[in-house]
């Protein structure tokens, strides 16, 4: 892919670093994609996140919350985890994202050739390469001002110029994918609508280019419009990163899936399709 000029027609830019412009080198990638655990076209190599025999048990407890959980999920991929509360959806999550660690078994990264087997070790999935938003994420949201608020965990030693350029791309890069762009950046978060909320919690973790984002319950608490704006900005997203969900909506989020896994109470994993059509699922 050739090299593009993207600074600086971005308002972004300019106010954290002033006007300039940047180069960025863009990588080609793979078009992968999986429906049902079957791969329609494959090009070259690709990788899958996986999760290899993990239980859980918090520290101090007598029961596993996850027991010998199995999951693989390709890149570029959407996947869904459904089942009823309390089975051990958002434990899962929480592992993957590396806010607890597996009793035993482990979460890596492996790349697989075009004949389908590994060609490399797997390489452990580093916690920085994976971001979650949590249920109800507005309610985390402690910043006065948009710009504040995407920008709060950053680093606030003084970094060079190449630093700050490479955090307003990846800003207006997040902005832009959420569609976040025509909002003030000076506006309180808490003023905007319940759609607009969830894409600017989506967009404090893309500012990270996450490898792998995990949402859970992304439309849980939002009125009907907003729920289809939100799985409207999923399908969107879909074709640039991988994505894990934990959601009760099946049917809503249905034409987004590629593969599926029912979690059983006792946090048992078992991969399940959802009907492709006019099915209904019972949790
Ligand atoms: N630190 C902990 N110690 C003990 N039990 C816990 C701990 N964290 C969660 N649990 C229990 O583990 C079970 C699974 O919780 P989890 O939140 O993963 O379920 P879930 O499937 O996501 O549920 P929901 O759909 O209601 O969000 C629940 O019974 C919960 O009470």
Redesign the pocket.
């Known amino acids: 892919m050739p090299v593009g000029t993207l600074f600086p027609p971005l308002p972004l830019a300019s106010k954290m670093l002033g006007p300039c412009s940047i180069t960025v080198s863009v990588k080609s990638s793979s078009s992968l994609r999986f429906r049902n655990s079957q791969a329609s076209i494959v090009s070259c190599d690709y990788s899958c996140f996986e999760v290899r025999d993990v239980s859980y048990r918090?520290?101090?407890?007598q029961?596993n919350?996850?027991n010998g959980v199995n999951l693989s999920l390709p890149e570029k991929s959407f996947g869904l985890v459904f089942?009823?509360?309390?089975?051990?959806?958002?434990?899962?999550?929480?592992l993957l994202a590396g806010l607890?660690k597996p009793t035993s078994g482990s979460i890596y990264l492996q790349r697989y050739g075009i004949d389908g087997q590994p060609n490399q070790c797997p390489e452990l999935l580093p916690p920085e390469r994976v971001g979650i938003v949590f249920?109800f994420p507005e309610r985390y949201f402690l910043a006065d001002t948009v710009f504040d608020e995407v920008t709060f965990g950053w680093p606030r030693q003084k970094g060079g110029l190449a630093l700050k350029e490479q955090l307003a791309l990846r800003l207006q890069t997040a902005i832009n994918w959420v569609g976040l762009s025509g909002i003030s950046l000076d506006e309180n978060p808490h003023s905007l609508s319940g759609g607009y909320k969830r894409r600017l919690a989506l967009a404090i973790q893309l500012v990270q280019i996450p490898d792998l984002l995990v949402l859970?319950?992304p439309l849980a608490g939002l009125d009907w419009k907003a729920r289809v704006d939100v799985v409207k900005l999923l399908k969107h997203l879909k074709d640039k990163l991988t994505i894990l969900v934990?959601s009760?909506d099946l049917n809503e989020l249905s034409s987004l899936v590629d593969r599926s896994w029912r979690?059983e109470m006792g946090?048992v994993l078992k991969e399940e399709p959802l009907p492709v059509s006019g099915g209904t699922l019972t949790l």
Not at 58 to 61: N, S
């Open positions: 918090p520290p101090g407890t029961h919350l996850l089942g009823r509360s309390g089975s051990g959806k958002t434990t899962l999550l929480q607890n249920q859970d319950e934990v009760h979690m946090g």
